[in-house]
């Protein structure tokens, strides 16, 4: 098993990072999170977890351990792949996400693309003795200023011009989505989805 790899931020796309490590580039998937916190050309270090198909071998990376743990953990529950598992970090933080598992929350589940609510129900039958207590020492959540210039940072890192960056930065604090405290991931993927319709 791959653990983790630690290099230089070769290229971003929306939904995966090269990591340059020792002139070897890792094709890694990633969460929005986690391309939030990744620039072009500097070092980073992911936690990874490779997943071995037949035909395939697939690197998904992790701003930290937990959250590569957890998207093993719930590959463990049936019908729950790789792709079903990254999409429930995109949407939900480990902490939530082991919240509304613990928490039997299903409506916080199937808002999760792919999970419909007989999956949302199978998940916590599964999972709910397994995921442990919800942590009570979250990670500070950002504050109102920062979160526009981690978005606009971040959207810049994929290759948007500054101008496009900032124009879906307003339109995602215009829509009302930006809550309290504001979900850095969440606003990402909203300002994600503002500038593919444009």
């Known amino acids: 098993m791959i653990a983790h790899v630690r290099g230089t931020v070769a290229a971003l796309t929306l939904n995966a990072a090269v990591i340059d490590v020792g002139g070897l580039g890792h094709h890694v998937f990633c969460t929005p999170g986690t391309i939030a916190g990744l620039r072009h050309g500097q070092e980073c270090q992911l936690a990874t977890s490779l997943v071995v198909r037949e035909d395939s071998l697939t690197l998904y990376g992790f701003a930290d351990v937990e959250e590569r743990d957890m998207f093993e953990l719930v590959q463990t529950a049936s019908g729950v792949g790789p792709k079903v598992a990254q999409a429930m970090l995109a949407v939900l933080p480990p902490d ?100 593919s319709k444009t």
């Open 96 to 195: 939530r996400l082991r919240h509304a598992i613990a928490t039997e929350d299903h409506a916080a589940l199937t808002a999760v693309p792919g999970i419909g609510r007989k999956g949302a129900e199978r998940i916590v039958v599964e999972l709910k003795d397994r995921v442990g207590p919800a942590s009570t020492s979250s990670a500070p959540a950002a504050s109102a200023a920062a979160w526009r210039e981690q978005v606009t940072e971040a959207l810049q890192g994929l290759g948007w011009s500054a101008k496009d960056a900032l124009k879906a930065v307003d339109t995602v604090e215009e829509s009302g989505e930006v809550g309290s405290p504001p979900d850095v991931a969440i606003l990402l993927r909203a300002a994600l989805r503002t500038l």
